[in-house]
C-alpha cells in the first residue's frame, strides 16, 4: 500500500498561484503514475491532473493550461503548480496513485485545501 501527504494549500485571491506538494509513503515502488484529484464543497471527487513515470501527463479540460504536474527526483513526491486560480478552483485537493485510467487506487490522504476568493 502507499499512502500520501499533500501540503501547499491556502488561500489566494482569483488570479493568484499556488504549488501543491505530494509525498507518498510505503511501497512507493509500485507506482507508476500520480494523480492529483479535488473536491469542492458539495461535490463529488474529481480527477485534476496526472502524470507517468515516463513523464506523460495529462489534465482536465477545466485546468488545462494553468496547471501543470511534474514529479520530483525521488519517485515519491509529485506537485502541482496551479496558475491564475478562480474562485472555481476552491476544493481540498488529494494525490493518489491511479490506473491507466486514472481511478485512485489508494485510500486517501487528508488532503490540502485551497480557496480562492473573487
Known amino acids: 500500500q502507499v499512502q500520501f501527504a499533500e501540503s501547499g494549500g491556502g488561500l489566494v485571491q482569483a488570479g493568484g498561484s499556488l504549488r501543491l506538494s505530494c509525498a507518498a509513503s510505503?511501497?512507493?515502488?509500485?507506482?507508476?503514475?500520480i494523480g492529483w484529484y479535488r473536491q469542492a464543497p458539495g461535490k463529488q471527487r474529481e480527477w485534476v491532473a496526472g502524470?507517468?513515470?515516463?513523464?506523460?501527463?495529462a489534465y482536465a479540460s477545466s485546468v488545462k493550461g494553468r496547471f501543470t504536474i511534474s514529479r520530483g527526483n525521488a519517485k515519491n513526491m509529485a506537485y502541482l503548480q496551479m496558475a491564475s486560480l478562480n474562485p472555481e478552483d476552491t476544493a481540498v485537493y488529494y494525490c493518489?496513485?491511479?490506473?491507466?485510467?486514472?481511478?485512485?487506487?489508494?485510500?486517501w490522504g487528508q488532503g490540502t485545501q485551497v480557496t480562492v476568493s473573487s
Open positions: 493518489n496513485r491511479p490506473s491507466a485510467g486514472w481511478v485512485p487506487l489508494e485510500s
Open positions: 510505503g511501497s512507493t515502488f509500485s507506482i507508476n503514475r
Open positions: 502524470i507517468s513515470v515516463g513523464g506523460v501527463t
